[in-house]
């Protein structure tokens, strides 16, 4: 068994996250991580809100608040969503406490010590009618790559590149249109070309990433440059070196502290649990972190900070770049297993966009629709290789075609023919090949599904759990339990409802990382006591070194199911089921459509 490090994207703290991030983010990590845990692995599964950088700013200015008190708004709106989805954080935490800022300026100081950042004269952005500095990212204008018309100024969507501002053709401020000027000023610079031939033989020894990942990474090895790691901020971790530390026009950027929330909240965690040292354990790429494997999560929009520039900030620290180096206190990092990217979820055949209106948030959703529900749409129709279409039409068939009338019913007309029948699971008799084939079906389902999310082929995998639900409802329909009625008939239809019972207790199993919500409720219909799906909770914790209490998430995952068989028992007290999901109306449809018309 190994130590597995689920490192889950952090969420931006400038707005409610809609049904698009979490697609990306946090269903495909919660499912993974729930099915290594039940598999029996040391799963450690860590994020937090990210906090820092210009669009807080630039919010909290416009909203009159503090950036404090804006990024306090929207982690506590966050973790509310994210608990009620169910994503069974270790710990879910924040960027901006002071365990985060000292984990940052350690591994600043240290790539600085290695000769990995260096101070440089560059050109900033000022705008002409304030005099205030504009930030790379609300500057926008023609990318001088590949001549996207809609590139920020430190990045292009379009074709992946780093850029800056000045770089752009015809740059223009996204506040208030107006051409910036652009002034010399002095940050610092992360020397990403001195690790471009270690992370090309890194990249190299990848196997089994999916393809768009490994392409897209590689390509960006191509035109490495060094990359400024501060700007001209008020609000973010300040510089850790003499002369720069009591500054309060030059910060850290919010792009290289937050790849590094994965290691803080794992440092974190360690030290709530008391063993301040335990972290190493899923990080040290010593003796201590040779079974430790990490999986990283994000939309595709976040490639480039996990496949090249967090390794190259674990390279240098470790002092494996060019120019060598000693490793930092922490002791040399172990570099992502697999960075596990989705691609983007639309709306309707239009874009997510909260200025535009065309948004679903999470606890808007939540407040209509099962959590299950939206879950399972997720990891059967999300956007796991290809950009995927949310619609409406397509998640009332899919919950009702699906989870209602395919899974819902098995259990509910199952378990209900048992009680009424026997008032507890019945004892069977002899089981015939028809018996066996089905047993034996819903068994290989354990080998099958749980391969397919450890290679993270969510859809596959939940398909194959869906074909179990399929091959038990053909044999009931086959058997027909309902028609032996007569006394001579009674063991047979206590076999075949034993059988079924087994089959729903195996497929309930197969699905318990995608559905944990209905898991548990079926589980309990089948008798069982006690945890089988164990769920996140919300605690409010001080922070660990005097700063201000925060909430996070977290659990505990030790209890519950694991990923195997286990036998139903006969003579176990079964009470009439009350339905697992409920079936929506098509007038969902024109009802949601009419709200999203409406900009709601």
């Not at 430790?292 to 674990?314: C, E, Q, R, T």
Request: net charge negative; proline share 6%.
């Amino acid at each position: 068994m190994s130590h597995v490090l689920a490192a889950v994207a952090w969420p931006y703290a400038n707005g409610p996250r809609h049904i698009g991030h979490v697609s990306g983010f946090g269903v495909p990590s919660d499912v993974f991580s729930r099915y290594m845990r039940m598999a029996g692995h040391d799963v450690l599964m860590v994020s937090g809100t990210d906090e820092h950088g210009t669009p807080i700013q630039v919010q909290a200015d416009a909203d009159g608040v503090t950036p404090r008190q804006l990024a306090d708004r929207y982690n506590r709106v966050i973790v509310e969503d994210l608990h009620g989805l169910g994503l069974s954080y270790d710990l879910f935490t924040r960027t901006t406490t002071r365990n985060h800022y000292a984990i940052v300026q350690e591994l600043f100081e240290g790539l600085h010590a290695n000769g990995y950042i260096v101070a440089r004269t560059t050109l900033g952005a000022i705008s002409p009618s304030t005099g205030r500095t504009l930030p790379d990212r609300y500057i926008e204008g023609t990318c001088p790559i590949c001549g996207y018309e809609g590139a920020r100024g430190d990045q292009c969507d379009n074709c992946g590149n780093q850029l800056d501002p000045e770089q752009l053709v015809d740059p223009r401020s996204r506040i208030n249109g107006e051409t910036p000027q652009f002034v010399e000023t002095e940050h610092f610079f992360l020397d990403l070309p001195a690790f471009a031939e270690a992370i090309g033989g890194w990249l190299d020894r990848r196997e089994n990433w999916r393809p768009n990942v490994l392409k897209f990474s590689r390509n960006l090895l191509d035109d490495l440059q060094p990359r400024a790691i501060t700007r001209d901020l008020e609000w973010g971790v300040p510089i850790p070196l003499d002369g720069w530390r009591d500054r309060n026009d030059k910060r850290i950027y919010v792009w290289f502290d937050a790849v590094i929330g994965y290691l803080s909240a794992s440092i974190e965690w360690a030290r709530r649990t008391g063993d301040p040292e335990a972290w190493r354990q899923w990080w040290s790429a010593d003796a201590q972190g040779k079974d430790a494997l990490g999986y990283y999560f994000m939309g595709k929009d976040n490639i480039v900070f996990h496949s090249v520039i967090w390794p190259a900030l674990l390279l240098g620290y470790s002092g494996e770049g060019d120019k060598g180096g000693e490793a930092g206190s922490f002791g040399k990092l172990n570099l992502p297993t697999e960075v596990v990217s989705s691609e983007y979820l639309t709306m309707e055949g239009k874009k997510f966009s909260s200025s535009r209106r065309v948004v679903i948030y999470v606890r808007d959703f939540l407040e209509r629709y099962d959590a299950d529900a939206l879950r399972y749409f997720i990891a059967a129709a999300g956007p796991e290789s290809n950009d995927t279409d949310f619609t409406w039409a397509e998640f009332v068939r899919r919950n009702n075609d699906e989870l209602v009338a395919g899974w819902g019913n098995l259990v509910n007309r199952s378990i209900s023919m048992a009680a009424k029948n026997f008032g507890a699971i019945p004892t069977p008799g002899p089981l015939t090949p028809e018996d066996e084939a089905v047993l034996a079906v819903a068994k290989a389902g354990f080998t099958t599904v749980g391969e397919l999310i450890g290679k993270h082929r969510q859809k596959a995998a939940i398909g194959e759990a869906m074909r179990v639900v399929a091959e038990a409802n053909k044999y009931l329909s086959e058997q027909a339990p309902w028609k032996l009625k007569s006394e001579e008939d009674k063991p047979r239809q206590a076999t075949v409802l034993f059988v079924a019972l087994q089959v729903i207790s195996d497929a309930n199993t197969l699905l318990t990382p995608f559905l944990p919500h209905s898991a548990q409720k079926v589980f309990e219909l089948l008798g069982g006591e006690g945890v089988h799906a164990p769920m996140p909770r919300i605690e409010e914790v001080e922070d660990l070194d005097g700063g201000p209490a925060y909430p996070v998430l977290t659990g505990d995952y030790k209890v519950g199911a694991r990923w195997e068989s286990v036998p139903v028992v006969p003579g176990t007290p079964l009470a009439a089921p009350k339905p697992v999901f409920r079936k929506l109306e098509p007038s969902v449809v024109e009802e949601e459509l009419a709200r999203l018309g409406e900009g709601a």
